[in-house]
């Protein structure tokens, strides 16, 4: 079976050799660039949760994500951009524990789409609260949170709650945590991997 894009790719490379048409080439070299670009992401974003799963780092995914941004760029896709640019900036911060290198890419990120932006925002908090500006911190994942509700994304809103009931509890707000981590314990009942987190978050508030 022909995927849509290998019947397109054939379809251009006889136009460029059998009709001399020199615009097929270009036409081609974008069509492939931008399913490189794609796969390099969706690589990435595997070995990311490889990452996560047994915290050894395989160099191929910062290669992967860098390859992505780069193809991205050449296509002029903002969008594709953003993204990749936010999965770049969660190597240097999650994998590498090197904020300050990530932070420019979360920022670029904040160019993409909503659920991107919340990510990002997310990600620039936890930077913020590396550097100790707790207020800052909190106005991202607030703003983390916003767009995750307005996506109605339930998983995504109860990993944003969790950030935001330890600043809570940390500022003596103890009531307005507990509310917190209640609500994300409701939208995560069907997340087993945001339960973990949660219960996490309630051992660290309790020790």
């Given at each position: 079976m022909v995927d849509a894009w290998q019947a397109r790719a054939n379809e251009l490379y006889e136009r460029a050799t059998f009709a001399a048409d020199p615009r097929a080439l270009a036409e081609?070299?974008?069509?492939?660039?931008?399913?490189?670009?794609?796969?390099?992401?969706?690589?990435?974003?595997?070995l990311h949760a490889k990452f996560l799963a047994d915290r050894q780092e395989d160099p191929a995914e910062l290669a992967n994500f860098e390859r992505a941004v780069?193809?991205?760029?050449?296509?002029?896709?903002?969008?594709?951009?953003?993204?990749?640019?936010?999965?770049?900036?969660?190597v240097h911060q999650v994998v590498r524990g090197d904020t300050d290198t990530a932070a420019p890419h979360f920022e670029r990120a904040l160019a993409g789409d909503p659920l991107v932006r919340s990510y990002a925002a997310r990600h620039l908090g936890f930077h913020a609260?590396?550097?100790?500006?707790?207020?800052?911190?909190?106005?991202?994942?607030?703003?983390?949170?916003?767009?995750?509700?307005?996506?109605?994304?339930?998983?995504?809103?109860?990993a944003a709650l969790l950030p935001l009931a330890t600043l809570a509890a940390e500022a003596g707000r103890a009531d307005e945590a507990t509310a917190m981590l209640a609500e994300a314990?409701?939208?995560?009942?069907?997340?087993?991997?945001?339960?973990?987190?949660?219960a996490a978050t309630r051992a660290d508030l309790d020790g």
């Open positions: 081609g070299e974008a069509l492939l660039d931008s399913i490189e670009a794609d796969l390099a992401l969706a690589r990435g974003r595997l780069a193809l991205y760029v050449k296509l002029d896709d903002p969008t594709g951009e953003a993204e990749a640019r936010f999965w770049l900036g969660l609260q590396a550097k100790g500006d707790t207020g800052q911190a909190e106005r991202h994942f607030e703003e983390s949170l916003r767009l995750r509700r307005e996506l109605g994304h339930g998983p995504a809103t109860a314990e409701r939208l995560a009942e069907r997340a087993p991997g945001v339960q973990s987190w949660i």
